[in-house]
């Protein structure tokens, strides 16, 4: 385990308030890029739930907002990001297709989500430890 992963499932047992799978992927990385939680949290207020309108996955808004706090913009690695999202859900990002498929599949939405939310931290925290960020 790792404290960024930890930090990710403390925050998405919290009832209130709740965090977002954006706020969720962003805040536990907040610290060691130098900002607090409260700010990362506001950062992501307005990106879960697709951007409030099931458009691109929170979780996967919340990995390219940590990766950005460090830094971390070259086209290459977002394209490395995206495509490590991509390869384990059918290609799909966008959260209306995401929960679309889980909901055809017979699966409950929150775990859905909150495994959505550790994939990103995961795949936010190999990049950083690859780059050298963390």
């Known amino acids: ?3 960024y992963l930890d930090k990710a499932k ?3 047992a919290i009832v209130s308030p709740h965090y977002n799978c954006a706020q969720s992927v962003i805040v536990p990385f907040a610290e060691d890029a130098g900002y607090d939680a409260e700010t990362a949290m ?3 207020a307005n990106f879960g739930g697709g951007m409030r309108i099931a458009s691109v996955c ?5 990995g390219l907002m940590a990766l950005g706090l460090f830094g971390v913009d070259d086209p290459a690695t977002v394209a490395d990001f995206a495509n490590r999202i991509k390869a384990n859900h059918e290609g799909y990002i966008e959260c209306r297709d995401l929960l679309r498929i889980n909901h055809e ?3 409950e939405k929150k775990p ?3 495994a959505m939310v550790y994939e990103s931290v995961g795949i936010v925290e190999e ?3 690859e ?3 963390i």
């Open 58 to 62: 929170g979780a996967f808004t919340g």
């Open 131 to 133: 780059k050298g960020r």
């Open 10 to 12: 403390e925050l998405r």
């Open 105 to 107: 599949k017979g699966l």
């Open 112 to 114: 859905h989500c909150d």
């Open 127 to 129: 990049i950083l430890r």
């Open 1 to 3: 385990m790792s404290k």
């Open 42 to 44: 506001k950062m992501g």
